[in-house]
């Protein structure tokens, strides 16, 4: 059963553009939403990540929007750079249950010259 | 990586071999978790711990299991492996609620 529905699979954009990520949850015990970024080769970092008593955070140029009545969440990038090229996974937790994070399918973008 | 390392880093094993994955942290975290991930799923909860020797099921836990002996390690082990074990493994530790951060990875080649 995929809780967490993440959208678009891969996206390409030119250098300064500001590429969107979105994603849905079902299960409305979940209180925290994190955004990771996972370059080839490597394990998935933690971004940015935001709990639902907020609509909106920004962390430099990566901005969480939140819309709790909707069950969705998206990632912003602004002025999106060559060196962004990653894939992206949203997820969800419920933090208190052992903190278990449950994922997205992941979004692998490319941030073309 | 946090102070997380996994090893070994490369693996290819026969089908039927018992393998065991390790996970070590010097961070002190009190959550250890295991994931695999594969393409079209991004990753999956194996297993995870939330202290010495406590440990409890993830979402794709068969065939496989795990130990904590100590704080800073955390063994995966699968007892008979098979193709559909071919994946990356990654480890997490947390020690604030849902903030996890993850090891290197350890790429599992079962033939």
């Known amino acids: 059963q995929q809780q967490v529905k993440q959208s678009p699979q891969s996206l390409i954009v030119q250098k300064g553009g500001i590429p969107i990520i979105n994603c849905a949850y079902e299960?409305?015990?979940?209180?925290?939403f994190p955004w990771y970024q996972q370059f080839p080769g490597k394990g998935p970092a933690l971004l940015i990540a935001?709990?639902?008593?907020?609509s909106e955070k920004k962390e430099g140029r990566f901005t969480i929007s939140f819309n709790k009545s909707a069950k969705q969440f998206s990632l912003h990038i602004m002025d999106s750079q060559p060196g962004d090229s990653a894939t992206y996974f949203c997820a969800a937790s419920n933090t208190g249950t052992a903190s278990k994070l449950t994922f997205g399918t992941g979004t692998r973008l490319q941030v073309t010259l | 990586d946090a102070g997380i390392t996994q090893s070994p880093r490369h693996k290819v094993t026969e089908t039927g071999t018992p393998v065991t994955l390790r996970c070590h942290q010097t961070?002190?975290?009190?959550?250890m978790y295991w994931y695999r991930q594969d393409p079209g799923h991004g990753l999956r909860l194996i297993h995870y711990s939330y202290g010495v020797k406590d440990t409890d099921k993830g979402e794709v836990s068969d065939g496989y299991s795990v130990s904590r002996s100590k704080t800073e390690d955390f063994l995966l082990t699968l007892e008979s492996a098979t193709s559909s074990q071919t994946s990356v493994y990654f480890c997490a530790i947390s020690e604030r609620p849902g903030e996890q951060y993850f090891g290197p990875g350890t790429r599992l080649t079962v033939t």
């Open positions: 299960n409305t015990a979940f209180d925290y």
């Open positions: 935001i709990r639902p008593d907020v």
């Open positions: 961070e002190n975290h009190r959550y």
